[in-house]
């Protein structure tokens, strides 16, 4: 392809927007990284008899070049594959530097209830998080950690977003994602498949150092939460945090504690820190 106004490409580009994507049903997943991850995806998914993850994939010549092995994987799946102009590439994505590979997925989310049978032994729950770049880092962080699943509640941000699918550099396409659904509505369906629901916010009344020194030794407190427990974490907005009732629909308020002078940790970084701390206390039980 070498026309960039043409309608494919035209087509492709609108799925930047949040309207687009609802009406079409699709995403775009940019760069190598995001790329492989969905392909890798659509060969196991198609060789299991599943759907398709991967609608349509185009390369640059010189990302041909460069990812020769991937775009073989691609074709042997049955990935159409479109060679296009530097140019053609650029009208398609919002990206500055594109990286020479996009892909055209189907959006695909899991169910509350498929999650929840499952009996996940970790969640991370994001509640009204409006930046995409710190949901899809906390969706990276999640997958890296193990979690079982990634939950954004009705009214954070768009988890097909361009700039969140790069921010989880492939995660997206690891663990069930699941949108849409009220935190009351997370919290009851986690808590009914046997989790520990458990907010971080840096009120807390309990301290996640203690919590995780518990965990290693082994002790039982009453009334303290289990890190070696099944649990799902609730994280909040990046400016106003979790609400009182989000804080009070939770069975215990974790803080992270502060040893420097900084105010706060960001999101993404006490997910980090919240996360691995509950994925290190359930590798231990379980060893």
């Known amino acids: 392809m070498t026309n960039p106004r043409a309608e494919r490409v ?48 185009y390369t640059t010549d010189d990302a041909a070049e460069r990812h020769g092995d991937l775009l073989m994987t691609a074709h042997a799946g049955g990935v159409r594959i479109t060679t296009v102009a530097d140019d053609v590439l650029a009208a398609m994505t919002d990206t500055v530097t594109p990286q020479g590979l996009l892909a055209v997925c189907p959006v695909v989310t899991s169910s509350l209830a498929d999650v929840a049978a499952t009996r996940p032994r970790l969640v991370a729950v994001q509640d009204h998080v409006a930046d995409p770049g710190n949901a899809g880092t906390v969706l990276r962080a999640a997958d890296a950690a193990g979690a079982d699943a990634v939950v954004l509640t009705a009214g954070s941000v768009d988890p097909f977003n361009p700039k969140c699918v790069r921010s989880t550099a492939g995660s997206l396409f690891h663990l069930p994602v699941v949108v849409g659904e009220t935190l009351e509505a997370v919290v009851a369906a986690l808590r009914g498949a046997g989790s520990t629901v458990l907010a971080a916010d840096g009120t807390g009344e309990h301290d996640l150092d203690d919590l995780a020194d518990a965990a290693v030794a082994g002790v039982d407190r009453p009334g303290v939460p289990d890190l070696r427990a099944p649990t799902a974490w609730v994280f909040g907005n990046e400016a106003a945090g979790l609400d009182d009732a989000g804080r009070a629909a939770a069975d215990a308020v974790v803080r992270v504690p502060l040893h420097g002078r900084a105010e706060s940790l960001n999101l993404a970084t006490a997910a980090v820190v919240c996360l691995y701390a509950s994925a290190r206390a359930q590798r231990r039980a379980r060893s």
């Open 10 to 57: 035209r087509s492709v580009r609108a799925l930047s927007g949040r309207s687009a994507r609802q009406r079409s049903g699709r995403f775009v997943a940019e760069g190598p990284q995001s790329v492989r991850e969905a392909v890798a995806a659509h060969v196991a998914a198609t060789a299991a008899g599943g759907p398709a993850v991967v609608l349509d994939l």
